[in-house]
């Protein structure tokens, strides 16, 4: 197969801030493109400059030899582009075949009406390239994240049918928050598509990109700074060329009980169909891990913990003292942080700064004093937390919402961090959307917090992590617990023992 999509000096600037510096790139037809670099370095610029939805300020961009203007997402469908959003942009209250076809002329529309026989069954027809046997007249709203995904995939394949080049689909982390199952089958989707359309896969999990991939790009700062063919190259080399150091694995020799009282009991808890008979203890300095799929019932005891859902059956004592979580303000005058998964909408407030967004703990340190008083005795803790982390910004007083997706969580991340009279930290998916260098950073960081004492709650991104981190391992299935097991004390168990209980 021919034809490819070169870009030539792109460049892209938002402020004072280089997202792009002279990228050149070339994406072959027909391949998979790993595309890895740290957090900030450009990646996401770059997909949003090919899907359209937004123009750089300087290169070209040249499809099968000629010259083209991606000035928006219609434009960039007109040529076979489309991206499978990680922020999904189907519309919830539409059925699975409205949104495939949204914004595209299609055989089921005749005057502005919908054949809906006509419209299911081209429906089908592009769920199909995929093998996906999904109702094409359930709401999107009705369906799981993973099949959501899906019909974005369906979605931006149905261009295949309006251009007479294979299709060029853009993937933004899409494996993020699905099941080892899920990912499965999404890789063969793609292996399935591979020669027929070409692919460009954004994601921190060097392990998948190296499976999926044909050549993997590593950019650092707006450039491409590597490029090697996956069969030429490992996770290691990979890291190093993308962190600018090699992997130092920490492996927890200093794990072993810990005898003080625990800081946190949870006895038969339970709330409806999401959890129920849930008990553990929880000593200070342990790192608790908690592994299970979505659904499993994990990351709603976190947020039930924290008051963010309610309680209906068991007990908690915090310090040996009877605990009745009623909202997160509550939770937090108590002595426990929590950080959600889904940070964009729950952690942080996209329209104010930085800095805002770093002290927004509800003055737990400093108390609910004037906001003047908070920021001038915050701001250092902050700073200090945000360069631990090394947050890429220009200026703390930027909007959070400029900062790109890893650094926006690493700043949420920060303001926990600098919670001193924190007693109990819940950590949901902490690692999300983190470059593996970041990753790493952010462990060193729980250990130490640990090591002074903080007692940790961890629902891991994947099993090798929660190994990695943890002292126990509780396992969620169905909103129970199915099993556990004592790294202090017990054999490192096999991942195949802890998928077992998961699913
Ligand atoms: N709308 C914006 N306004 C200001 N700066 C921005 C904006 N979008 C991105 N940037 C900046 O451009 C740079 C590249 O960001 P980009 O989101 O492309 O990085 P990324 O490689 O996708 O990072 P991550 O792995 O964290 O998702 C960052 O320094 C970011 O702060």
Known sequence: ??????????????????????????????????????????????????????????????????????????????????????????????????????????????????????????????????????????????????????????????????????????????????????????FKQINRLRGNATIVFVSHRLEEVLEISNRIIVMTDGRKVAERKSDAVDRSELYELMIGRRRVVDVRTDRKPIDAPPVLKIDRLGCGSHF???????????????????????????????????????????????????????????????????RRSEGMLPSRSIMENAVLTFGLEYGLRSLVLRRSKERPAALHWMQRLKVKMDTPFAPISSLSGGNQQKTVLAKWLMAKELKVLLLDHPSRGLDPGARDDLFDVIREQARKGLAIIFVGDTISELLELSDRVVVMRDGEITARFDLSTEEMPREEEIVAAMV
């Open 276 to 342: 129920r008979n849930v008990s553990f203890d929880l000593r200070p300095g342990e790192i608790l891990g908690i592994a299970g799929v979505l659904g499993s019932g994990a990351e709603e005891v976190c947020r039930a913990l924290f008051g963010a859902e309610s309680i209906e059956t068991g007990e908690i004592e915090l310090d040996g003292k009877a605990l009745t979580p009623t909202s997160p303000r509550a939770a937090v005058r108590s002595g426990i942080g929590y950080l959600p998964a889904d």
């Open 1 to 186: 197969m021919i034809g490819s999509l070169v870009l030539k000096g792109i460049r892209k600037t938002y402020g004072n801030v280089v997202a792009l510096e002279g990228l050149d790139l070339e994406i072959p037809n027909g391949q998979v493109l790993g595309l890895i670099g740290q957090n900030g370095s450009g990646k996401s610029t770059l997909l949003k400059i090919l899907a359209g939805l937004t123009t750089p300020d300087q290169g070209q961009l040249i499809l099968d030899g000629k010259p083209i203007v991606l000035d928006s997402a219609q434009r960039a469908g007109s040529y076979g582009i489309g991206m499978v959003h990680q922020e999904q942009s189907l519309i919830p209250n539409l059925t699975v075949a409205e949104n495939i076809f949204l914004d595209k002329p299609h055989p089921a529309k005749r005057n502005g009406l919908y054949r809906w026989s006509a419209l299911t069954k081209a429906a089908r027809a592009q769920l199909h390239k995929i093998s996906v046997d999904l109702p094409t007249h359930v709401l999107v709203e009705d369906l799981r994240f993973a099949e959501r995904q899906q019909v974005e995939f369906a979605k931006v394949l149905a261009i295949e049918e309006l251009v007479d080049r294979p299709p060029i689909i853009l993937f933004d982390e899409p494996t993020s928050v699905l099941t080892p199952d899920e990912i499965k089958l999404l």
